[in-house]
């Protein structure tokens, strides 16, 4: 399969779409709308999801796993939510098969081993795990209730793309329960916050914090607060959400606690997820026409070294010089690969690494080894450096970090660049259509002025930020009286 690239400009979508397959992040699979997640971009995930599970268990969270299956009444326990979800759920309605006795080899549904009730395969989990919080909540003594479960859940959508959105797809989801409304306000915002945190710091992705609209809220929720990202060709993502539910799922599930003074009240409730669309937003903020760019903090290897040689003497010689090099980088904990493959040369190696987005790649060659120096390239620059080898554990040590505050401020720049005020509707539908990013408009608060816009423009409102400055003005759209201006923008 050919490595070159569909450029950016010529055709965001295809490139995505080749990056992800070529740089073997990920593949279609024989399951229509799911994907096979390959070692390579499986490497990625796992080195978010530690970081994200040390960051929950941190701020007093604990791993649990509840069922995949939800019986159909359970599900219909919290109206809302079920409504919302309704359309997007995949129902298990038998259990067994048998032979097609006028089809030899063949299947059929045994219509004798029909389901009692018809289960659910989780689009979320709030019923699941909300009907086993009845059991495990009597007391104030027993709150709060913190666990996040490690999953997978189904939501049969009808246009996919490999991890931004597919029919079935990795995901945390937090569930708490608390005492008071206050106590769950504060978890909800504090986990957009550790949202914000690990995309800022890990991902390199500056994010806009924000409420959701009441149109764009979690099915269930009195509250939805999230992050928003950009990406290079001007689309918003939603990189992640929190959901304070208020007592909503309590009292759908009668789950109760027995106060200090011994009166029975509902819980109060949140849920946050984030999931593998993560992936995708790695992938389309920081990658180029020649591949991937992965920060530093998530690449699976950090540093690749590629020797360069003609006779199995030389390669000796480099193999010897290389092998303190790599014990030198595993000492200080920095992932490193040694690619002393014979079967390939050294061009295919540069732009396979190229492609796979690694950060640093270290050149050696017999030259090298003469005048006691290493050939350094950095992937996102495409710069080299020639560095002495006395000092290449600082500099490749002190190169990773420098990579990858660049790497998120390069994305600050893009996106302030693209964070447009508008004041007129003519305006809003000008910067939209050939400057893209994020429109910061006067909306009048109304759900009818929110979906003529959507209609019109195929824009949304992403959030209403949450450090926005309170300033009378005018409906972009109604001419109406507005408090402040939200965010808008077409979306993944």
């Excluded at 089809?103 to 004798?112: E, F, H, Q, R, S």
Aim: proline share 3%.
């Amino acid at each position: 399969m050919s490595k070159t690239l569909t450029k950016r400009n010529e055709d965001y979508s295809k490139w995505y779409n080749e990056l992800v397959v070529k740089a073997d992040l990920a593949e279609n699979s024989g399951v229509r709308g799911c994907m096979v997640i390959k070692p390579y971009g499986y490497a990625i995930w796992e080195k978010m999801q530690a970081e994200l599970d040390r960051m929950f268990k941190e701020t007093g969270h604990s791993n649990a796993y509840f069922p995949l299956f939800v019986p159909k009444s359970m599900f219909e326990a919290e109206e809302k939510n079920a409504e919302g979800f309704a359309k997007e759920c995949a129902i298990v309605t038998h259990y067994r098969l048998k032979n097609d006795p006028e089809n030899k080899g063949k299947l059929i549904v045994d219509p004798n081993a029909k389901l009692e009730e018809e289960l659910i395969v989780r689009p979320t989990s709030e019923a699941i795990i909300w009907s086993t919080y009845k059991g495990w909540v009597q007391s104030y003594r027993d709150l709060p209730l913190l666990i996040n479960q490690w999953a997978n859940v189904v939501r049969w959508e009808m246009r996919t793309r490999l991890f931004l959105r597919t029919a079935e797809f990795l995901w945390q989801e937090g569930h708490t329960a608390h005492a008071t409304k206050a106590e769950a306000i504060e978890e909800s915002e504090k986990m957009m916050n550790v949202y914000a945190d690990f995309a800022q710091n890990f991902m390199a992705i500056p994010v806009i914090k924000g409420l959701k609209t009441e149109t764009e809220r979690f099915a269930g929720a009195e509250e939805t607060y999230c992050i928003e990202a950009l990406m290079q060709d001007g689309k918003a993502l939603q990189a992640g959400t929190s959901h304070f539910l208020g007592q909503n799922f309590a009292k759908a599930f009668d789950v109760k606690f027995a106060n200090q003074e011994g009166k029975q009240e509902h819980v109060w409730g949140t849920s946050w997820g984030v999931s593998t669309r993560l992936m995708g937003a790695l992938v389309m903020t920081h990658s180029d026409d020649n591949g991937l760019v992965l920060p530093p903090n998530l690449a699976p290897i950090q540093v690749v070294i590629v020797p360069i040689f003609k006779t199995d003497q030389e390669l000796e010689k480099i193999n010897d010089v290389v092998q303190g090099l790599v014990a030198q980088f595993k000492k200080i904990r920095i992932s490193v690969k040694y690619d002393d493959r014979t079967t390939q040369k050294p061009g295919f190696k540069f732009a396979e690494w190229e492609l796979k987005g690694v950060p640093i790649r270290i050149a050696v060659g017999p030259k090298d080894i003469e005048n006691g120096t290493f050939e350094v390239a950095r992937r996102d620059t495409l710069t080299k450096e020639v560095v002495s080898n006395d000092g290449i554990i600082n500099y490749v040590d002190g190169l990773l970090v420098t990579i990858q505050k660049e790497l998120f401020q390069k994305a600050v720049d893009y996106r302030t660049e693209h964070i447009t005020e508008v004041n007129s509707f003519d305006e809003f539908k000008s910067v939209l259509e050939n400057k893209g990013g994020f429109i910061s408009a006067h909306w009048d608060g109304t759900a009818e002025t929110e979906d003529k816009i959507k209609d019109l423009t195929k824009a949304t409102i992403r959030c209403i930020p949450l450090d926005r400055i309170e300033k009378e003005g005018n409906c972009v759209f109604s001419g109406a009286k507005s408090t402040g201006r939200v965010l808008f923008a077409k979306a993944y």
